[in-house]
């Protein structure tokens, strides 16, 4: 399997497979269970692992808390996100290393976007994700990702961006994104509420 998994062992008599928000899987097996059954038990479940990671994967890890939104504050969001947005189809923050976004590989030239003519950008609020992206190339970002520090913000910018090019979440996509966001994973982790603390710039 291409996508990352975690083996927990305990004293649990069947194994099963697990698919978080956020992305996590998790093989839970008995005590002394081989790697070879769970190799047979990933490449059993393989599709169905597959439709819920990508389901599950860029959902927050706990349920995004729904502030009374304000008309300023949906102003504020959308100016704060088009800042964002704008400076990385302009490339300019592939040079503000370490936090860089490098949209080189998307081609967006040759996608047909221009300065004149960019990807098309929405807020609304959202319950289970921060972000979206449409087929007809509209990028929709959750209202509430304005508190979110903006690494963060450009995080989920490069992932619906990522879309313009791949519209799902194959190897092929993921491979885009690290080219694009080398350090996405732990930008991901951060605004699912795992790893470090949230960086204080706001
Ligand atoms: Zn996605």
């Given at each position: 399997?291409?996508?990352?998994y975690e083996?927990?062992r305990?004293?649990?008599?069947?194994?099963?497979?697990?698919?978080?928000?956020?992305?996590?899987?998790?093989?839970?097996v008995?005590?002394?269970y081989p790697q070879?059954?769970i190799?047979?038990?990933?490449?059993?479940r393989?599709?169905?692992?597959?439709?819920?990671?990508?389901?599950?994967v860029?959902?927050?890890?706990?349920?995004?808390?729904q502030?009374t939104v304000?008309?300023?504050?949906?102003a504020?969001?959308?100016?704060?996100?088009?800042?964002?947005?704008?400076?990385i189809?302009a490339?300019?923050a592939a040079?503000d290393h370490?936090?860089?976004?490098?949209v080189?590989?998307?081609?967006?030239?040759?996608?047909?976007?221009?300065?004149?003519?960019?990807?098309?950008?929405?807020?609304?609020?959202?319950?289970?994700?921060?972000?979206?992206?449409s087929?007809?190339?509209?990028i929709?970002?959750?209202?509430?990702?304005?508190?979110?520090?903006?690494?963060?913000?450009?995080?989920?910018i490069?992932?619906?961006?990522c879309?313009?090019?791949?519209?799902n979440h194959s190897?092929?996509?993921?491979?885009l994104l690290?080219t694009?966001?080398?350090?996405?994973?732990?930008?991901r982790?951060?605004?699912n509420?795992?790893?470090?603390?949230?960086?204080?710039?706001?």
């Open positions: 399997m291409d996508l990352p083996v927990i305990s004293s649990r008599r069947t194994a099963i497979v697990q698919v978080y928000p956020g992305g996590r899987i998790v093989v839970r008995p005590e002394r070879y059954r190799d047979d038990l990933l490449a059993f393989k599709t169905w692992i597959a439709r819920k990671h990508a389901e599950l860029n959902l927050p890890t706990t349920l995004v808390s502030p304000t008309k300023r504050y949906r504020y969001a959308l100016d704060l996100f088009r800042l964002r947005f704008d400076r189809i490339g300019a040079l370490p936090y860089r976004v490098d080189t590989a998307l081609d967006l030239p040759a996608l047909g976007y221009s300065e004149g003519r960019k990807p098309e950008l929405r807020i609304r609020t959202m319950r289970r994700r921060w972000g979206s992206c087929a007809a190339g509209i929709t970002l959750n209202t509430v990702l304005a508190d979110r520090s903006p690494d963060l913000i450009d995080y989920v490069a992932h619906e961006l879309h313009l090019r791949e519209l190897r092929r996509f993921y491979d690290t694009v966001m080398p350090d996405w994973k732990s930008r982790a951060i605004l509420g795992r790893g470090s603390e949230l960086l204080p710039e706001r």
